[in-house]
Nanobody, 129 residues
Framework: QVQLVESGGGLVQPGGSLRLSCAAS????????IGWFRQAPGKEREGVSC????????YSTDSIKGRFTVSRDNFKNTVYLQMNNLNPEDTAVYYC??????????????????????WGQGTQVTVAS
């Protein structure tokens, strides 16, 4: 059974950091590019960062302004999202998803949910003092 499970969310103060994990089971994670998305209350889901499966390159969107870093550990079949200098606007449910296509332009990720195949259940991140 194909499954993605996110973990590592929680409550953090502004300026703090969190590392989210996306663990895969039922398939080999490095077969796919992986994208991280988030959905804040009352807002549409948006992509934030992704990592290629072919060359390990990472891409982000302008929404996180270089504060987040994606990495992967193929041995552990896990992808990570390191989030630094968090602010209340980062409060959201964070999801990872496998990407059948990785669209980039001008060095930035162009997220498209139609390119996502498998999704995790999400992990809540709350940034508050």
């Amino acid at each position: 059974q194909v499954q993605l499970v996110e973990s590592g969310g929680g409550l953090v103060q502004p300026g703090g950091s969190l590392r989210l994990s996306c663990a895969a089971s039922g398939f080999t994670l490095d077969y796919y590019a992986i994208g991280w998305f988030r959905q804040a209350p009352g807002k549409e889901r948006e992509g934030v960062s992704c990592i290629s499966n072919s060359d390990g390159r990472t891409y982000s969107t302008d929404s996180i302004k270089g504060r987040f870093t994606v990495s992967r550990d193929n041995f552990k079949n896990t992808v990570y999202l390191q989030m630094n200098n968090l602010n209340p606007e980062d409060t959201a449910v964070y999801y990872c998803a496998t990407l059948t296509v990785l669209s980039v332009g001008d060095g930035r990720w162009i997220p498209n949910e139609s390119e996502a195949k498998y999704w995790g259940q999400g992990t809540q991140v709350t940034v508050a003092s």
